[in-house]
């Protein structure tokens, strides 16, 4: 691995958020106390330490930054202030620019002005498309909120399945560049074999965010686990349940998400498809609430310090959840004009939320975070098993 030293980087790094790891002086408490932090993998100080002297390729290669899960234990305790969990968050934040091959997560990141101006065009965007095509609706109904009488479920399922393939793409193939760089050699030399075995470890991790647990401050766990699966749950029920692959598969006409309220048919308050929305809407509103409040208080280590990205996060998820919730109202209300206005905002926010926050930015650390730690469990395993067995160690354990 080459050593070059940027002495450019430290400056770069502020464009990420980074703030006062220049007041370090490598006591190492940070390290000491993270309960992530093992002997194989030890951070934050090995980290802080590495953007103090602009060891970039150091930095490129290093899994660190998406072990942590900014709990913020280390901040409350650096005797510095040097705030080492807010440096890992900015390399995670850089680390996710290099990993995008398109450049657009560089910009979203280094550019508040582009971050904006992305988000109100695909906004933008979205707004127009639905209101030609509601404009051009044949039979829209007036009497009842049918949505489907202007935007069909059917045609709406097709733009989701479409816009989850790129999506998907689009974050898959920046995955496949943060697995080559964080495996360096060891990505043609493990056997699929241990990629297999540890499956439910990367699955169970990704479902629990368990890790977060090991911490001291557990309200942030529950906070974490609210947003990632209310988020998650309500993307799935956008790309599966609107009016099919699930209800087409299963020949079910009432498990679609998206449905007119014809009077009398609403789904009973115990339909799975109803429960499922009230989970992610409590789930979201409750996780997004918390953290913003605590952002504007500043009432703990991991809200200290805010990058424009994590307040365009937080906005958009709750804006599209409390516009959910609107249409919702309005409809069980039977308020069509305001159904169908709502709905449209609705979709301003949302699909900005879903296009820019998927591939590019923070929902892609959900996606990382999980796969770095499954790479390094079944780097471990194959330690142990063919290193130890005589096989010639690639990387000295750093010490801590
Ligand atoms: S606790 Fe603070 S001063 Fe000590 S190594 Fe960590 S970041 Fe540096
Ligand atoms: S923020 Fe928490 S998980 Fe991250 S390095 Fe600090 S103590 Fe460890």
């Known amino acids: 691995m080459s050593n070059k030293v940027d002495p450019n980087f430290i400056r770069e790094l502020k464009h990420f958020g980074l703030k006062d790891a220049n007041k370090c002086y490598n006591c190492g ?15 934050p100080r090995k980290l802080v330490r590495y953007v103090q002297l602009g060891q970039k390729d150091k930095i490129k290669n290093s899994p660190e930054p998406w072990l942590c899960y900014y709990c913020g234990d280390c901040s409350t305790r650096c005797p510095r202030g040097a705030d080492p969990g807010e440096t890992m968050m900015a390399l995670r934040r850089y680390l996710t620019s290099l990993y995008d091959w398109t450049g657009f997560a560089r910009k979203f990141y280094t550019s508040e002005k582009f971050e904006i101006l992305a988000v109100s065009a695909v906004g933008a965007f979205v707004g127009l498309g639905m209101i030609i095509w509601g404009f051009f609706a044949p039979n ?37 560049r943060c697995v080559r760089t964080v495996l360096g050699d060891y990505w043609s030399k493990i056997p699929l074999r241990l990629y297999k075995d540890e499956i439910k470890f990367l699955l169970t991790n990704f479902l629990t965010q368990k890790e977060l647990g090991k911490c001291t401050d557990r309200k942030q766990w529950l906070v974490h686990l609210s947003i990632m699966t209310g988020y998650s749950t309500i993307f799935l029920m956008v790309v599966l349940f609107i009016a099919g692959p699930v209800p087409m598969l299963i020949h079910a006409d009432w498990w679609h998400f998206q449905r007119d309220y014809i009077p009398g048919h609403e789904y009973s308050l115990l339909h799975p ?56 109202f309005a409809a069980l209300l039977g308020w069509v004009l305001a159904t169908y206005a709502i709905y449209v905002i609705h979709m301003m926010v949302a699909i900005p939320m879903l296009v820019l926050e998927v591939p590019f930015a923070k929902w892609a650390h959900l996606a990382y975070r999980p796969v770095v730690l499954f790479l390094m469990k079944v780097k471990s395993r194959y330690a142990a098993e063919y290193e130890s067995a005589g096989q010639p160690v690639l990387e000295a354990k750093p010490a801590v």
């Open 29 to 43: 408490t940070c390290t000491a106390v993270c309960n992530l932090a093992t002997a194989e993998t030890p951070f």
């Open 273 to 328: 498809i109803r429960l499922l929305g009230y989970y992610a809407t409590f789930a979201i509103m409750y996780g997004t609430t918390y953290a913003i409040i605590g952002r504007l208080r500043k009432s703990k280590a991991p809200y200290k310090n805010t990058h424009p990205t994590d307040w365009t996060f937080l906005i958009l998820l709750q804006l599209t959840t409390m516009t959910g919730i609107f249409v919702h």
């Open 140 to 176: 829209p109904n007036w009497k009842y909120p049918a949505l489907n009488s202007i935007w069909p479920a059917q045609q709406v399922e097709i733009a989701d399945l479409v816009m989850a393939a790129i999506l998907s793409f689009l974050l898959l193939s920046n995955l496949y």
